[in-house]
């Protein structure tokens, strides 16, 4: 009997053990923000992590079965991976059956000495090289792993550290790259059940890599504390929100639903001051004329 490449397996889950958990917020996203319609040509962007890799290979199961006429285009950006971390990466795109377009750039080499927001510097940075080599490719959209974790932590760290009440877009047409926009289809995905996936397929994938990871991973092994770079990067303030929502949801299970319907109602008559289209208004502007 013909044994089945794993790719299969891995591809069958999505679309059986995780219909519920996966499949059906991946599809509902679409729909809902209308992220996907005929004609286009979206840019996958992989970083090699289990995100990108889920999506990508949502993505492939949609085309497949969706009568929605688009294109797909897989590109993994190298800003600067050691070997060993670009290899598990096409190690991956092989075992999952995803073929990926590798093209370089000197990101991690820009960004090394920086020492305030090097991750934000680095996140703007790929987005543009993401951005570029998509319309390169012919694409009208890119698609990142954003999933639902990340958006309710968005929310909160707005809030928190921000002093504002914003959250990450469904979609988002590009500011510097006419024409170009950007979706992300994990919008509903919750991050657990991307955790369950994997580790249900016994994947392993690629962590936060740069050298500003590495070098923190160093520091802290040569000082006996454990933890991967993953979790040192992120031991910030989205790890605050992440432990934050964690200990809320003891309390309450719809708390994350409920910081997610917060962007969602918000009411105008009941706020101090809101900004629209770059125009920022307070309250007291028409408090006597109403």
């Given at each position: 009997m013909k044994q089945e490449a794993p790719h299969v397996n891995i591809e069958r889950s999505i679309i059986k053990q995780f219909r519920r958990e996966i499949w059906r917020p991946f599809v509902k996203g679409l729909q809902d923000y209308e992220m996907i319609k005929d004609g286009d040509k979206v840019a996958v962007c992989i970083s090699g992590g289990k995100d990108s890799m889920l999506l990508a290979k949502c993505l492939q199961q949609l085309k497949r079965q969706s009568q929605t006429d688009f294109e797909l285009e897989f590109i993994v950006m190298d800003p600067g991976y050691n070997p060993d971390n670009r290899k598990l990466i096409e190690d991956n795109a092989a075992l999952m059956?995803?073929?990926?377009?590798?093209?370089?750039?000197?990101?991690?080499?820009?960004?090394?000495?920086?020492?305030?927001?090097?991750?934000?510097?680095?996140?703007?940075?790929?987005?543009?090289?993401?951005?570029?080599?998509?319309r390169e490719l012919g694409c009208n959209k890119i698609a990142l792993g954003h999933h639902f974790d990340d958006v309710i932590e968005t929310i909160l760290m707005g809030i928190l550290y921000g002093g504002q009440i914003n959250t990450m877009m469904p979609k988002l047409h590009s500011t510097n790259f006419q024409g170009?926009?950007?979706?992300?289809?994990?919008?509903?995905?919750?991050?657990?059940?991307?955790?369950?996936?994997?580790?249900?397929?016994?994947?392993?994938?690629?962590?936060?890599?740069?050298?500003?990871?590495?070098?923190?991973?160093?520091?802290?092994?040569?000082?006996?504390?454990?933890?991967?770079?993953?979790?040192?990067?992120?031991?910030?303030?989205?790890?605050?929100?992440?432990?934050?929502?964690?200990?809320?949801?003891?309390?309450?299970?719809?708390?994350?639903?409920?910081?997610?319907?917060?962007?969602?109602?918000?009411?105008?008559?009941?706020?101090?001051?809101?900004?629209?289209?770059?125009?920022?208004?307070?309250?007291?502007?028409?408090?006597?004329?109403?």
């Open positions: 059956n995803i073929p990926v377009r590798i093209f370089d750039s000197d990101i991690f080499d820009i960004v090394v000495d920086v020492e305030q927001s090097p991750c934000y510097l680095c996140a703007r940075m790929r987005r543009g090289y993401l951005y570029a080599h998509a170009m926009e950007l979706i992300r289809p994990l919008y509903y995905v919750k991050e657990e059940d991307i955790l369950a996936w994997k580790d249900y397929n016994g994947l392993h994938f690629l962590q936060c890599a740069c050298r500003f990871t590495e070098r923190i991973a160093k520091e802290q092994a040569a000082r006996g504390m454990a933890g991967e770079a993953a979790d040192i990067v992120h031991t910030s303030k989205r790890q605050e929100m992440k432990e934050l929502i964690r200990s809320l949801r003891k309390t309450s299970p719809f708390i994350d639903a409920n910081i997610m319907k917060s962007v969602e109602n918000i009411n105008l008559d009941a706020c101090l001051g809101y900004v629209k289209d770059g125009v920022r208004r307070h309250f007291m502007d028409e408090y006597d004329e109403r």
